[in-house]
Every structure is written in C-alpha cells, then in structure tokens.
C-alpha cells in the first residue's frame, strides 16, 4: 500500500455529517447541576470545607453553559 496517492488517483472526502451537538451538553448541564445539588445536600460533602466538590460543579455548569453559547453561534453562523 503506498503511502502517498497522487491528486488524480485520491479519492474525494466525503461529505461532512451534520450532527445535533446541542442534546449531549444539555444532559451534562443537568448531570452536573444534579451532582450541585447533591453536594449542597449532603452535609459531609458540604462542610468539608475545601469548596472543592461545589467548585468543580459550578465549573462544569459554567463551562456547559460557555459550550451550549457556542454552539447556538456555531449553528447560527452555519445557516
């Protein structure tokens, strides 16, 4: 198999697949504000004191929320 094709004998790509991007960051939005409001919940999660579990939640629903905002410009721009 050689390892470089010359232009007249490569094939074309194909074409790109259109995908619905948008329903995967949601179910992570709500996977991630169920998981805050576990934390709030639950005291031994809650009073530890570090912010480290209601940190890295409020994180995963900022950056779901900064990933949901490109998308809708991504699918806006694309039309």
């Known amino acids: 198999m050689p390892l470089?094709?010359?232009?007249?004998?490569?094939?074309?790509?194909?074409?790109p697949v259109r995908t619905d991007d948008r329903r995967p960051v949601l179910v992570g939005l709500v996977v991630w504000a169920v998981l805050l409001g576990v934390a709030i919940a639950v005291p031994e999660v809650r009073d530890t004191g570090e912010g480290r579990w209601l940190?890295?939640?409020?994180?995963?629903?900022?950056?779901?929320?900064v990933g949901l905002a490109h998308l809708h410009r991504r699918g806006r721009r694309g039309r």
């Open 55 to 65: 940190g890295s939640c409020v994180a995963g629903l900022a950056l779901g929320l």
């Open 4 to 15: 470089f094709l010359p232009p007249s004998k490569a094939k074309p790509p194909p074409p």
